[in-house]
């Protein structure tokens, strides 16, 4: 008796039927069937999912993923086709240029990469990278308001009118930095 029938055996793995389907079930790994790497990357692509985050998620967040692909295509497909993610999901990556000639060409590959729509890779990576920032950058300066309490603090009308010119003059220069871009 092999490790897989044992273990199919007391239960660990349960092995996977094949249900009559269009698609036929042609590759397995360890006592499950699977379509093979293109078949199923084809289904995956279908989906629209922008990176192995996005992968990750969908294949905790959904109990009926499609037929015959796998929840860890990494591990299923290691020697059977498997590039990465990026090739998984249909998602095109742009190698930043080296050299100056090249990073004049990059500007103009950005400047089209802007007009596409918002649900982007990159507006992905802002809205993660913004939802983390934001709260800290409030609560940063709510800790410099608390500085105004007479009660507990002593400072200059002078030292107090430094404090709000520092700050707007940053307000300044982030609202610069968010027109321009």
Known sequence: MSIDQELIRRGVIVPTFKIKQNNVLTFSF???????YNKARSKVRALNLGSASEWKKYCYLNDNLPYGVPESPEIVYRNNGWINFSDWLGVKVIKKADNKRKKLKSKNKIKLIKKRPLNSVKNYKFLKLSSKRLPKALTAIKLVGNLSRTSSYEYSES???EIIKTLSKSMRKLRNKFKNE
């Open 159 to 161: 030292e107090a009118q």
């Open 30 to 36: 360890k006592g499950r069937s699977y379509l093979d």
